[in-house]
């Protein structure tokens, strides 16, 4: 049965509970999530080559790029403006959400067919995984993404706005059980390339609709009030471009690395970062379905307590991160030998060396901070300084030192962010060395447990 409508607000005395209910949910929707897709990897590993996971990371790096690129925040503004419940409202960020997405799947079939004429016409002029003429039929078909994505309830952003995220997380749950379902089967008969990027299709495509049959809410139909668009620009713009930054450093290293390394080799990369990329996906959004729409509510109401409400929401954020960071670097070989064959033995080695990087992502909390109060053009300040890092320091890492540099160089961009999140912090009042060296002490208690298993 679905949550209590997000409409009927809840009284400000009930945002802690609301807030660890909603963080429960989405810490056991990951668990869950994460067990299918961990049982889906081993399965499919031994189905499917490593070819085929390489080619699907360049297909993620093509539909992330068109879907970050574009990013309005139009899920942040529902949560952020004071009109987040008006139908009128909501019926116009879900029209612009419907334009972006067709948007999105014409520029995708445009790279795919550009890709397409240059393995024909122009051999040799793409190198790496880019080179493998299977890519453009795998961006294609994810092209039918963004078009789900844009058809989504905006009662999905609601319930995140009311941090009602029950129902959310069990059609997640039950998506991701169906799907991993059909790709094992399909795979059992047919191994080929387009399997991975079919799966993702139909994952989005159920959470859209499931979006619209079980959340409660207005339902959704075009329409068009000018205040609304403007206010959702207003908010947005900064957004758009930090987004851009953001997708430029989130997937720097398969854009980098995927111009020097074969499909193979990418492929265990990929499974190398994948549990990395795992514990970064259930902080964020712990950071940004509980935490953000929490300071968001507060910000409207108790302004004057959003100090307080911000040390709540980092602790546990801390928490998750440096115990990750611990436990991954000292199990990275164990993990691997015991989840995957002989073929991705290399990947504990970048598991290892990316599980650092965690440590640094702990002040993504800070990000939602400041979109919580409306501060968004400090992230596109924080992008900048990661991108040029990255894309310095990972060309420089492999040239000197191969692989090992290149992940060196990774680790280096995150970091950087480290100094300018103090100085961030700093300005607002929100700096307390005793917290931020003080949580350091989780990390060697997850190094030990790490130790003990591997």
């Keep these: 049965m679905p949550d209590a409508t997000p409409a009927d607000t809840p009284a400000p005395s009930s945002l802690r509970q609301r807030a660890g209910s909603a963080a429960l949910w989405i810490g056991l929707g990951f668990a869950l999530t994460q067990a299918v897709r961990l049982g889906s990897s081993i399965v499919l590993t031994r189905l499917l080559a490593p070819e085929m996971y390489g080619l699907m990371t360049m297909g993620t790096v093509v539909i992330s790029a068109v879907v970050m690129m574009s990013d309005f925040g139009f899920s942040q503004s529902v949560i952020h403006n004071p009109r987040g419940d008006d139908p009128e409202f909501l019926n116009t960020i879900w029209s612009l959400q419907i334009g972006r997405g067709l948007a999105l799947c014409l520029l995708m079939n445009l790279a795919a067919l550009a890709m397409y004429t240059s393995h024909n016409w122009w051999p040799g002029l793409l190198r790496g995984s880019y080179a493998d003429p299977h890519l453009p039929g795998v961006v294609a078909i994810l092209s039918l993404v963004p078009i789900a994505m844009g058809l989504e309830s905006t009662n999905l952003a609601r319930a995140q706005r009311a941090l009602a995220m029950g129902q959310v997380v069990r059609n997640e749950v039950i998506v991701q059980l169906g799907v991993t379902t059909l790709m094992i089967v399909l795979s059992m008969h047919w191994p080929e390339f387009w399997v991975l990027p079919l799966g993702w299709v139909v994952l989005s495509s159920s959470i859209t609709l499931l979006s619209h049959l079980t959340?409660?809410?207005?339902?959704?139909?075009?329409?068009?009030?000018?205040?609304?668009?403007?206010?959702?620009?207003?908010?947005?713009?900064?957004?758009?471009?930090?987004?851009?930054?953001?997708?430029?450093?989130?997937?720097?290293?398969?854009?980098?690395?995927?111009?020097?390394?074969?499909?193979?080799?990418?492929?265990?990369?990929?499974?190398?970062?994948?549990?990395?990329?795992?514990?970064?996906?259930?902080?964020?959004?712990?950071?940004?379905?509980?935490?953000?729409?929490?300071?968001?509510?507060?910000?409207?109401?108790?302004?004057?307590?959003?100090?307080?409400s911000y040390r709540q929401c980092r602790l546990p954020i801390d928490v998750v991160c440096l115990f990750g960071a611990g436990f991954l670097f000292a199990a990275s070989d164990r993990i691997i030998g015991v989840i995957y064959d002989g073929r991705y033995g290399a990947a504990g080695h970048a598991l290892a060396i990316l599980s650092l990087g965690l440590i640094a992502f702990r002040y993504t909390m800070m990000d939602q901070y400041l979109i919580a109060t409306g501060e968004t053009n400090q992230l596109f300040k924080r992008g900048v300084l990661q991108n040029v890092m990255l894309y310095t320091a990972v060309p420089l890492g492999f040239w000197q030192w191969g692989m090992t540099g290149a992940l060196a160089g990774i680790l280096l961009a995150q970091s950087a962010v480290v100094p300018f999140m103090f100085k961030v912090q700093h300005d607002r009042g929100l700096l307390d060395w005793r917290f931020e060296i003080g949580t350091l002490a989780i990390f060697p208690v997850g190094w030990g447990l790490g130790w003990l298993v591997s």
């Design 215 to 308: 959340l409660p809410g207005p339902r959704n139909r075009l329409g068009w009030d000018r205040a609304a668009a403007s206010a959702a620009w207003h908010f947005s713009k900064w957004i758009l471009l930090s987004s851009l930054l953001t997708y430029l450093f989130r997937e720097g290293d398969r854009i980098l690395l995927g111009g020097l390394l074969t499909s193979a080799e990418l492929g265990i990369y990929a499974v190398g970062a994948l549990l990395v990329n795992a514990t970064r996906e259930v902080i964020y959004r712990l950071a940004a379905f509980v935490g953000m729409p929490a300071l968001a509510e507060v910000a409207r109401n108790q302004p004057e307590q959003l100090r307080r």
